[in-house]
T-cell receptor
């Protein structure tokens, strides 16, 4: 079966712009969570959605937002990009959130 | 606030060696713990998940143990191979269950040489 698909895989933006990343979970998975990975901070939890509802949120500014659609696909948006937002953004899906997570390959964002 | 530490940060071993990776966490009231591997520039691959009520899990050459009371987990890799070279991460889900956050360790970068 298809894995977790993230698009785009790579993107370059400039400071002040906004970006939207997409995540299609494994069929049947209702939980999607997002993570930011940087060399300095490691992997940090952004937020989790379950059945179109945000169930949990990490310690990130309001510029980071997300949503989940009725087909469980999820998007995250970062507005007013800063240089420090350059990172690998990973999403993961699971049946119920506390089960085994399956990760996508990530979206690598570079902010110039 | 849960903090997860992995030691060592990097490890290089010759092929065939058995090795142990360590993960420690500060809050023992966890729901479960997962071990992942990450290849350079790639996403994470789940290796093992241990529920808080379990002591260990095994998959092939991998064995993960959990000692909640001491806040520690170990990942044992038997007969290491060059294909095991990757970064290994542990992640702890706190005790509130399905709606709780996952906290990752900083990882151990493993290199298995020929």
């Amino acid at each position: 079966k298809a894995g977790v698909t993230q698009t785009p895989r790579y993107l370059i933006k400039t400071r002040g712009q906004q970006v939207t990343l997409s995540c299609s979970p494994i069929s049947g998975h209702r939980s999607v969570s997002w993570y930011q990975q940087t060399p300095g901070q490691g992997l940090q939890f952004l937020f989790e959605y379950f059945s179109e509802t945000q169930r949990n949120k990490g310690n990130f500014p309001g510029r980071f937002s997300g949503r989940q659609f009725s087909n469980s696909r999820s998007e995250m948006n970062v507005s007013t990009l800063e240089l420090g937002d350059s990172a690998l953004y990973l999403c993961a899906s699971s049946f119920g959130g506390a089960n085994v997570l399956t990760f996508g390959a990530g979206s690598r964002l570079t902010v110039l | 606030k849960q903090e997860v530490t992995q030691i060592p940060a990097a490890l290089s071993v010759p092929e065939g060696e058995n090795l142990v990776l360590n993960c420690s966490f500060t809050d023992s009231a966890i729901y479960n713990l997962q071990w992942f591997r990450q290849d350079p520039g790639k996403g994470l691959t789940s290796l093992l998940l241990i529920q808080s009520s379990q002591r260990e899990q095994t998959s092939g050459r991998l064995n993960a143990s959990l000692d909640k009371s001491s806040g520690r987990s170990t990942l044992y890799i038997a007969a290491s191979q060059p294909g095991d070279s990757a970064t290994y991460l542990c992640a702890v889900r706190d005790g509130t269950g399905t709606a709780s956050k996952l906290t990752f360790g900083t990882g151990t970068r493993l290199q298995v040489t020929l």
